[in-house]
């Protein structure tokens, strides 16, 4: 028990006052998310496309590698859901993609204008999928 302005309180107290804002904005979204919900469905089955093109890609040789954030990573939070390397003759770029819907590309590019932003369809081809990746890392 800590005691406080002559009240107790239990240790929880001590704890979340340790915690940094973006624990806290991370404890928050947490709470949030319904992994039932449709929309987190969607947004897993859109990640999944992704990588399925991104894993292809590599396989061709046309990019190095790519690595997908984790779930409420500091990178999620800045809007990053993977980092792809691409090899051009002597150098190695790193690209950073943010993955949406097609009614939300507006609004993640106004937050995050660092970040490529893709939207796709979760009904879309995979080799379409891949030419527009390509297209992006060759801007």
Do not use: C
Request: charged share 35%; aromatic share 10%; proline share 1%.
């Amino acid at each position: 028990m800590i005691r406080l302005n002559n009240r107790y309180y239990g240790k929880n107290l001590k704890k979340k006052s340790r915690l940094s804002r973006r624990e806290r904005v991370k404890e928050k979204i947490k709470k949030k998310i319904n992994k039932n919900h449709i929309s987190y469905k969607v947004g897993l089955k859109r990640d999944y496309l992704f990588k399925q093109a991104l894993l292809s890609l590599k396989k061709e040789g046309k990019i190095r590698d790519f690595i997908q954030t984790s779930r409420l990573s500091d990178a999620d939070l800045n809007g990053i859901d993977f980092y792809v390397v691409s090899v051009d003759e002597k150098k190695y770029e790193t690209f950073n993609f943010s993955i949406t819907g097609k009614r939300w590309v507006a609004t993640e590019k106004e937050r995050h204008p660092n970040i490529i932003v893709m939207f796709v369809d979760i009904y879309e081809n995979i080799f379409l999928l891949k030419q527009r990746i390509l297209k992006e890392i060759k801007k």
